[in-house]
């Protein structure tokens, strides 16, 4: 079986290769007979990486540990669940993972594209071939990269990381790199239309449910990753500024940007070269993202250790697409000149030009902070203070934007026109100062003062809803059945009210239970009675006791009252869990409250025999905001995405375009 899954490695690369030399000489010299033989060749393609995929799968299965890869991420004990994770929990499995990715999506755009031919898809296709014969590439040419090595006589199976048996690391990397592989198709006809030189919204049509496709899973990807930080690593928190963690970030930032700019580029042909632009840094992004957990090169708690083949392969790929990229928009500069005017700066077109540039920004910061500063300053360090300084007012005026923009007129807003926009928002912020005085927020005044734009950034959102709401109603009719018109009558429209809503609450969160954190660490001896108190709570010692928990590990729970003021809150129980073959792990519980979460963690793990229990105890106000809100910013891309009935395209055409109201998709 190892050999048939090196022989599957070596076909895929092929015929990668086969595909990208046919479809960009068909693109060439307009060939069509070439062009549907590179889509034969993308078959293949797909055919040999699902093969490879299906010889890896079937090791976990079958616990074949005659496979290097299986023995290193997977063990007797691991239940058919998290042998299926460790498919793509190490290095090896989760580049095969994203070249199996990359070849569904290659088969889907040729699939679709075979009845008709079309050389801007076939162009996209080709990219995307080229992209794949660099995965394959790597795993047929740098032993580290491949999945497919025998193991030494006798190799004992090292099992998962204890860390990683949790549901939320089974579905954080896979979400990861369906994100990634679906920014990759933008890119793919961006580049595709550079070549062609064809500046209308043909590409823009093609890529834009794969670039709200992308998003959503590359938000769902760090919110999974964030929620698993939160509850299962128990430092305290739900995101370190770790380099890992910040080149996930980073692409997400260019691809809100990019969604944006497509906005603009579809309903009134502006931002052509920033959605150019934004399609290559965002797919470069993704890649550099690879580039810094697999190279080992940038240190991080989540990173796999130096290989130097890697290093190169991928270091070369990163030139040579950000040469590619920067040269093709050069050569067609003029050809995409959009004729942006920007008559005022009480204007949405203004607004979405700052938009997309403090968001570019902020990318360019976090990620010169987290790559460019190791390499190019190696005695310095980035702390977590100075990507804080840098994050909370960026975020803030971001937020401010997106939610202040669908109310501006195109070119400019009247001062009468937006005295009347800004009513709402001014009294929904007014409204929210009593909510963060009642929680104690005024004791940092920055804290303070983002938390008043959330509000403002609220009311924002409603008077939006409001405002087409009125406009589908239309003389006769009630506000009542023109929100139904309001939020049926437009996906893109509906999507848009969702995610800005998600985002208030994330960023509002964010700020929640990060600037007003409180947190206190104790010994206590494993006495009963024994107490800890921090901000009016009190955990009192009950005791430990040990029981067999999952994948045949043993258990120990510290059980501790809680209570708050006198009032009973329920009980908690931190536990360490010990793995037969991968060793302990301590285990945060949080107990959940309507603005904030306490949240208690053992520091050292501990069984029935301990003596002293190291305990921490943090609380996060408005933690849960972050989790709702992330929610949000996924069901608002999903209903994007949700196929559109005639009817409703007619609802729409009658409310206006969905541009016209700044849907994000």
């Known amino acids: 079986m190892l050999d048939l899954g090196r022989l599957a490695l070596w076909a895929a690369l092929f015929f990668a290769c086969a595909a990208a030399g046919f479809l960009f000489l068909g693109l060439r010299w307009n060939r069509e007979d070439l062009q549907r033989n590179g889509y034969y060749a993308v078959y293949g393609l797909f055919l040999a990486t699902v093969v490879a995929a299906a010889v890896l799968l079937q090791a976990f299965l079958t616990r074949d540990f005659g496979f290097r890869y299986v023995a290193e991420n997977s063990d007797a004990s691991l239940s058919t669940f998290y042998r299926v994770a460790g498919f793509w929990a190490g290095h090896q499995g989760s580049v095969l993972f994203w070249l199996l990715l990359l070849a569904v999506a290659a088969i889907v755009l040729a699939v679709a594209d075979l009845g008709r031919l079309e050389r801007l898809s076939g162009g996209a296709v080709g990219v995307l071939a080229v992209v794949s014969a660099v995965f394959a590439a790597l795993m047929v040419f740098d032993s580290g990269s491949n999945p497919f090595l025998a193991s030494e006589p006798g190799t004992v199976p090292f099992g998962l990381n204890p860390l990683l048996l949790h549901p939320g690391m089974v579905f954080h990397p896979p979400a990861l790199f369906v994100g990634y592989v679906g ?56 995101w370190s500024w770790d380099a890992v963690e910040n080149t996930s970030l980073v692409p997400w930032l260019t691809a809100t940007a990019l969604l944006h700019s497509f906005t603009l580029y579809k309903a009134r042909g502006l931002y052509k070269r ?61 050809a995409f000149a959009s004729h942006d005017e920007m008559e005022s700066l009480l204007s949405r077109n203004f607004l979405y030009y700052a938009t997309n540039l403090l968001l570019t920004l902020f990318a360019a910061a976090v990620a010169f902070a987290t ?93 939006f809803v409001l405002r087409t709401a009125r406009r589908a109603a239309g003389p006769g009719r009630s506000l009542w059945s023109g929100l139904v018109r309001a939020f049926t009558g437009s996906r893109p429209r509906t999507a848009a009210y969702i995610a800005h809503l998600g985002m208030v609450l994330v960023v509002a969160g964010l700020l929640g239970s990060s600037v007003y954190k409180v947190e206190q660490s104790a010994i206590l001896t494993t006495k009963e009675g024994e107490t800890a108190t921090l901000n009016g709570y009190t955990l009192t010692y009950r005791g430990t006791s040990e029981s067999g928990g999952q994948q045949s590990s043993t258990r120990a729970v510290a059980t501790f009252d809680v209570t ?44 029935a025999t301990s003596e002293t229990i190291a305990l921490r105890i943090v609380i996060f106000p408005l933690i849960r905001w972050v989790w709702i809100g992330a929610i949000l910013l996924c069901a608002g891309a999903a209903v994007s995405l949700w196929p559109v009935r005639q009817r409703q395209e007619q609802e729409a055409r009658a409310v206006g375009p969905a541009g016209a109201d700044g849907a994000t998709a």
């Open 183 to 238: 920014l990759a198709v933008p890119f793919a006809f961006a580049v595709s239309t550079l070549l062609l030189g064809r500046a209308d919204r043909l590409w823009v049509r093609r890529a834009q449910k794969w670039a709200v496709f992308g998003w959503l899973f590359l938000s769902l990807g760090i919110g999974l990753g964030a929620w698993w930080a939160y509850v299962v690593l128990s430092f305290g928190g739900y």
């Open 274 to 334: 920033w959605a150019l632009g934004l399609a290559a840094a965002t797919f470069w992004l993704t890649i550099l993202a690879t580039w810094t957990t697999r190279t080992g090169l940038i240190s991080s708690v989540h990173a796999f250790g130096q290989n130097p083949v890697l290093v190169w392969i991928l270091s070369t790929f990163l030139i040579v697409a950000a040469g590619v990229s920067i040269g093709l928009i050069v050569w067609r500069w003029r």
């Open 371 to 463: 790559v460019g500063v190791p390499l190019l300053m190696p005695d310095r360090a980035v702390g977590t203070g100075t990507y804080d300084a840098v994050a909370r007012p960026l975020g803030v005026a971001v937020l401010a934007l997106i939610a202040v923009c669908p109310l501006l007129a195109w070119r400019r807003t009247e001062g009468a026109q937006l005295r009347r926009t800004l009513v709402l928002p001014v009294v929904t912020t007014a409204l929210s100062v009593p909510l963060w005085l009642h929680l104690g927020f005024q004791s940092n005044i920055w804290g303070f003062l983002g938390l008043l734009v959330c509000g403002f950034a609220f009311g924002a959102v409603i008077q």
């Open 564 to 607: 708050r003021d006198g009032e009973a809150l329920g009980t908690v129980k931190p536990h360490t869990d010990v793995y037969p073959m991968s060793g302990a792990a301590v285990r945060a519980v949080i107990l959940g409250r309507p603005f904030e979460d306490l949240f208690v963690v053992t520091d050292e793990p501990f069984d």
